[in-house]
C-alpha cells in the first residue's frame, strides 16, 4: 500500500504537488492520470525517495522508501526509461542490478523472459528502442518480485502488442495482490487497465474514484432539442419532472426522459421541433472538462473541417461529470449516434 499525507514539492517558485492526500491500495491497479506537468512524475518521485517533499510524507508499506529493509524486494519503480548504463547489456544491467541485492542470476533471466527481451538481452542497451527500454525498465521494477509496483508512463512507445503485453501484466501482478500504480495521460488507456484512477491537475487531486463509478457517472446523458416553441416545451417538460436548461433560445438540453421520450411529449403537446439529438459525452472528454483548467501546455484546437478528431476523445463512448463540480467544468456533450469504436492500441502507443 502506498500513503500519501499533505504531500507537496516545490521547484522554485513552482509548485509541482500540492499537498495531496491519497492511499493506493493492493490488489488492484490504480491509474494516477493527468496532463503533462500535473505532478505524476514528481509524485512518483517522491515515493520512490529520489525527491524530498516539500511538506508532506508519503509511505509504502508503511514506511519511507529510505527505511525499507529491503527496496528492490519491496517496490519496483519504472521511472524514466533508458536511465541505464547505455554500454552495457540488458542482462548485465539487470545482473548487476540484482547483485545489489543478493537475487540469483534465475530470476534474472526469468524477469528477461517475461519482458519478451531474451532475443535482445545480450546487446547494449545504448541501441535499443524506446519500446525495448521500457521492457528493461519493467523488468527491473519486477526484478525483486515486489509487493509494490510503480510504473510512470510504462505504455510509452510500445507498439499494440507491447501495450497489451503492459494491460494484462499490471492486471495479472494486482490479481496476485499486489499493488499496481500505473501513471497515463490518456484517459482511454486509463480506464481499460486500471480499477481505480487518481486524476491530478496542477499538482492537485481532482478525482479519486473507481473507475466503475467513473463510467456510471459518466452513462449519464441528455437529450438537445431545437425547437421553435422552445418555451412552451420546457413548460411541458417541467410538468414531467424533467431537468431543463436552454443554452440558446430556440435550443433547449433535457436530462431525464430519452430522445423518443421528448420527441412524443412534443407531438402531443403539438410542438415543432428542429432537432432532437440524443447526446452522450465520451469518458476522455470528462477527463479534458475535468482537467481544462489545469492543463499547462495547450494546444490549439483543429478546425472540425480538418477531420481531426483525437483518437482517444472516441475513445469510450461515456462521459459526464467526475467529481465535485466546483471543480468541474460541464462536460463536453457529442451526438451518442456515430460514436467511433474504441481507441486501437496503435494510437495509443503512438501519443
Ligand atoms: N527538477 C525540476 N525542476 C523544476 N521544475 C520541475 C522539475 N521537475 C518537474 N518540474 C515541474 O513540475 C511540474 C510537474 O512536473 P512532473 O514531471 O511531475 O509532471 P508530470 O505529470 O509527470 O508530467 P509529464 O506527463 O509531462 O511527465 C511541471 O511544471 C514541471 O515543469
Known amino acids: 500500500m502506498i500513503e500519501a499525507h499533505g504531500l507537496a514539492k516545490r521547484y522554485g517558485s513552482k509548485t509541482a504537488v500540492d499537498h495531496v492526500t491519497f492511499t493506493v491500495q ?14 505524476k512524475s514528481t509524485t512518483m518521485r517522491m515515493i520512490m525517495g529520489l525527491d524530498k517533499p ?19 524486494a519491496e517496490v519496483g519503480a519504472l521511472l524514466e526509461a533508458k536511465a541505464v548504463h547505455s554500454g552495457r547489456s540488458a542482462f548485465n544491467h539487470l545482473r548487476a542490478l540484482a547483485a545489489t541485492h543478493a537475487i540469483p542470476t534465475q530470476r534474472v533471466l526469468d524477469v528477461i523472459e517475461l519482458t519478451g527481451l531474451e532475443s535482445v538481452a545480450k546487446k547494449r542497451v545504448g541501441g535499443f528502442s524506446l519500446g525495448m527500454g521500457q521492457r528493461l525498465g519493467i523488468a527491473a521494477a519486477l526484478l525483486g518480485d515486489p509487493q509494490t509496483l510503480i510504473l510512470d508512463e510504462p505504455v510509452n512507445g510500445l507498439d499494440p502488442e507491447g501495450v497489451i503485453w503492459v494491460r494484462n501484466l499490471a492486471k495479472h501482478l494486482a490479481s496476485e495482490g499486489r499493488t499496481v500504480f500505473l501513471s497515463s495521460h490518456l484517459m482511454s488507456e486509463v480506464a481499460l487497465t486500471a480499477d481505480h484512477v487518481i486524476v491530478i491537475g496542477r499538482g492537485r487531486i481532482l478525482a479519486d474514484t473507481s473507475v466503475e463509478d467513473l463510467i456510471a457517472a459518466s452513462e449519464r446523458k441528455h437529450v438537445r432539442v431545437r425547437s421553435p416553441q422552445a418555451g412552451d416545451l420546457a413548460a411541458l417538460l417541467k410538468e414531467k419532472d424533467a431537468q431543463v436548461t436552454a443554452p440558446e433560445a430556440d435550443v433547449l ?9 421528448v420527441g412524443e411529449l412534443a407531438a402531443a403537446g403539438r410542438i415543432v421541433l428542429h432537432e432532437l439529438t440524443p447526446i452522450q459525452s465520451t469518458l476522455e472528454e470528462a477527463y479534458m472538462s475535468l482537467t481544462a483548467d489545469a492543463v499547462e501546455y495547450r494546444s490549439e484546437n483543429l478546425s472540425d473541417d480538418a477531420g481531426a478528431e483525437p483518437a482517444d476523445l472516441a475513445a469510450a463512448a461515456v462521459g459526464a461529470h467526475l467529481t465535485d463540480p466546483s471543480t468541474t467544468a460541464p462536460a463536453a456533450g457529442r451526438p451518442a449516434t456515430g460514436t467511433a469504436p474504441a481507441t486501437s492500441s496503435q494510437e495509443v502507443s503512438d501519443r
Open 54 to 72: 516539500t511538506a508532506g510524507t508519503v509511505t509504502v508499506n508503511g514506511r519511507p522508501y529510505a527505511k525499507l529493509a529491503r527496496p528492490l
Open 26 to 39: 493492493p490488489g488492484r491497479v490504480t491509474g494516477f492520470l493527468g496532463p503533462n506537468g500535473a505532478g
Open 253 to 261: 438540453e433535457v436530462t431525464g426522459p430519452d430522445a423518443a421520450s
